[in-house]
């Protein structure tokens, strides 16, 4: 296999990491950001590492240079950021820094990578939404306005992209293991799942994986869900 390059932003642990230990184990050459690249404990021959805040354009505008010389062929909008509260708890600065994270950067970002997909007439972009965002969660209107926007905007811009060999997905994990879900997770909420079981992070990483390849070359605009069935349409 061509070792397709690959950059995924806020993968330095939780869902993020899985992914881009499960790309390098693929032999992907991968470009993983953090806001702070010290706190990745891992490391590896193809790996690469980029300071990126998505919040802060200043440091976008910094990677902008990175991107370019990176070229990537395939790009997961990983970074995102939780601040649950009640609504009425909620302050304006809850709400704008989680669509900041969670949603504008996706704009941003996808911005600075899709034109070099458009001259290679080929590409792969996957976003990490989650079932928040399709079936909501008492004290995260912030995170799920952000994430329906996310599979919207994966929507629109699989119509545009699609004629040029680009495919355009959201991966929306159910409750998976991380230090972001640890004090969601309950034996009450695990008895609502099908399979019995919270995700661990290889089940996202290995949709990614299939996403990244072209046995998915006629899939797009689609909002994958994997949560153990909780959510069913």
Known sequence: MENKKVIVTGGNRGIGKGIVQSLLEKRYLVLATSRDPNKFDYSHANLKLANLDVCDQSSIDNFQKIANEFDPDILINNAGATRDKLFLRMT??????????????????????????????????????????????????????????????????????????????????GFIQTDMTDNLIDEELIKKIPLKRVGKVEDVASLVNFLATEESNYITGQTLVVDGGLFMK
């Not at 996310?150 to 629109?156: C, G, L, P, Y």
């Not at 545009?160 to 959201?170: H, W």
Request: glycine share 8%; proline share 2%; charged share 20%.
């Open 92 to 173: 304006t600065a809850d709400w704008d820094e989680v669509i900041n994270t969670n949603l504008n950067s996706v704009f941003k970002i996808t911005k600075l990578v899709v034109k070099g997909m458009l001259k290679k007439k080929w590409g792969r972009i996957i976003n990490i939404s989650s079932i928040s965002g399709l079936m909501g969660n008492p004290g995260q209107t912030n995170y799920s306005a952000s994430k329906a926007g996310v599979d919207a905007f994966t929507r629109s811009l699989a119509k545009e992209l699609g004629s040029r060999n680009i495919t355009v997905n959201s991966i929306a994990p």
